[in-house]
């Protein structure tokens, strides 16, 4: 649009913000957010991430960073507690994620680990998937790797010496006490920390949302079976056993996969997660666990966001089984759905930058646009951000959240697939959706504000239990009413930060593939649930914020 106001590279303020309970002594106090607008998007993007970075960060003293500028020539910045230096990355430019953290952190650690935060080659070549990779874990969406890239900012490395004190340390003690109580007694622990999230393999499949071959149907037994939770147990993650947890995290989702055999044997990598199981696994017509893992740990390694690439690859797939493709663009590659070899060489194109396949890593939006040939109508994405693993046309209500969210199709802001395919509602009604996706936009806006990991309100935690933490870890003087308002403030200013940069709701829709195929979603279907979404909001038919919401809300 004309009236987009500000190039991504050229939008200088990017921060990594924690929020006040992250690092606090409590299980899945440990999420960070990296913000910027997205150079994939054009939009407003906060991208999170768990793990030890954060906590350093708080640990440091720091609530947050702000960046703004660029440096001509690779640098890093280095932080010990109050000292921060800008230091040379010449020698680290080029190299990969993992390589990056294992100099850092044996160049810094003293008497206590630094922990890294890093691009890897794809973020400094601006590749629109770049991801910022911090610690095994990844800030994935949106391309916010690049942008890093764009200020030739390799690396912040941060080691901390402080002691993480609440304001109110009793009312703290009583409603950590309570968390733990929950943690320990409830059952969607047990199985998240038996099978993390590849435990919904199985259900969604069966509940016909398993995206494969490209988003063309949501249910296949044959790649289910193998790429579920128990395939997953069995061949790579010691029975469950074998786990890497983020800092102080007593749920432990997350699981360290080693390769016995075959042809990536050797391999080591933490995960894969439902999501990257699926995207690069059954939309490529894949089913094998550890060339699903290979592809995820490629991913980590060059800092591609493996949603995206994996949601890319089924796309360019698609488009050589309709021969929009050949393999004279492919490089020689046979990309058909189900080349192990093709997905894991595609990866390669894509992240180093080198090969016939290396514009992908720009995502599929802008492959579409290269390739031609009405291949649009085959890329899945909404906003230029790629379609995650659950398939749209399998829910309305997950369908209008990819189509509404402030960062383009995101899968958890909210999770709306659970609610619809698990719930007592009707996934393939459309009336009542834009309420709930509305009220789940504005809880998942105080989630990702407070620092804490979804998976506690997720499986254990009340949010009456995370207002009481938080209260008593800022010390803030605030009811709950407030509290709750804090969610409708960051949603609408996320919006309000779209439109100012030329988005409506012209911008709120989904892929043609959704409106015509399978269980598709029609039109009117869609305006049905945006004029509900939109009256819901208190946005206007247009889908946008009007002066009197910013102000009742006092956003100046
Ligand atoms: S539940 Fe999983 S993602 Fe969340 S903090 Fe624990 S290990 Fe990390």
Not at 247 to 263: D, F, M, N, P, T
């Amino acid at each position: 649009s004309k009236n987009r106001s500000s190039k991504p590279f050229r939008f200088l303020n990017r921060s990594r913000m924690n929020g006040p309970l992250t690092g606090a002594p409590v299980t899945n106090c440990v999420n960070f957010a990296v913000c910027a607008k997205s150079p994939l998007t054009g939009t407003w993007n906060d991208s999170h991430c768990n793990g030890w970075w954060g906590p350093e960060l708080r640990f440091a003293g720091y609530l947050g960073i702000i960046i703004k500028g660029k440096s001509n020539l690779p640098v890093y910045v280095n932080i010990t507690d109050d000292h921060v230096e800008i230091l040379d990355a010449a020698d680290l430019w080029g190299n990969d994620t993992f390589s990056t953290q294992e100099i850092l952190k044996k160049r810094h650690s003293t008497d206590r680990e630094s922990r890294v935060l890093t691009i890897g080659p794809a973020g400094e070549r601006m590749a629109k998937l770049a991801c910022v990779f911090a610690e095994y874990r990844t800030a994935a969406r949106g391309g916010l790797g690049a942008v890093m890239g764009s200020k030739g900012l390799k690396a912040i490395v941060v080691t901390g010496h402080k002691r993480y004190e609440p304001a109110n340390p009793g009312a703290f003690k009583a409603a950590r006490k309570r968390i733990y109580n929950k943690v320990r007694t409830s059952p969607g622990v047990k199985t998240l920390r038996k099978m993390g999230t590849s435990q919904l393999v199985d259900p969604v499949n069966e509940t016909g949302g398993l995206s494969n071959r490209n988003y063309t149907s949501g249910r296949d037994d044959n790649l289910s079976e193998k790429l579920n939770g128990p395939s997953f147990m069995e061949k790579l993650w010691d029975g469950g056993n074998r786990r890497r947890s983020c800092r102080g995290c007593a749920i432990q989702c997350s699981h360290l996969a080693v390769v016995e055999a075959g042809k990536y044997k050797g391999l080591v990598h933490d995960g894969p997660e439902f999501e990257s199981i699926t995207l690069l696994g059954s939309n490529c017509g894949i089913n094998d666990p550890a060339v699903v893992t290979q592809a995820e740990h490629l991913c980590d390694s060059y800092g591609l966001d493996s949603m995206s690439t994996g949601s890319t690859i089924s796309f360019l797939m698609e488009c050589f089984s309709r021969e929009l493709i050949t393999s004279e663009d492919t490089g020689g590659l046979d990309l058909s759905f189900g080349n192990a070899d093709a997905l894991i060489e595609t990866i390669h194109m894509m992240g180093s930058g080198k090969g016939k396949l290396a514009f992908a890593a720009d995502g599929n939006r802008d492959a579409a646009a290269r390739i031609g040939n009405n291949s649009d109508d085959l890329a899945m994405n909404v906003k230029g951000l790629e379609i995650p693993a659950y398939l749209p046309q399998a829910a309305r209500g997950q369908a209008l959240a990819y189509a509404v969210s402030d960062r383009g199709a995101c899968h958890i802001r909210p999770w709306m697939y659970g609610k619809e395919a698990f719930g007592s509602g009707n996934p393939l009604e459309c009336g009542g959706k834009g309420a709930m996706v509305w009220d789940g936009q504005m809880l998942n806006a105080i989630l990702d504000s407070i620092g804490v990991c979804k998976f506690l309100l997720m499986a254990a935690a009340g949010l009456d239990d995370l207002f009481d933490l938080y209260i008593a870890a800022a010390g803030f003087d605030m009811g709950r009413a407030e509290f709750d308002l804090i969610g409708k403030r960051l949603a609408v200013l996320t919006r309000a930060f779209n439109n100012h940069e030329g988005f409506n709701r012209t911008h709120d829709t989904l892929p043609k593939k959704v409106m015509t195929e399978g269980k598709s979603i029609s039109q009117a279907d869609l305006d049905l649930m945006l004029d509900e979404y939109y009256k819901s909001s208190g946005f206007t038919k247009e889908g946008i914020v009007p002066a009197s919401l910013l102000r009742e809300l006092e956003i100046s």
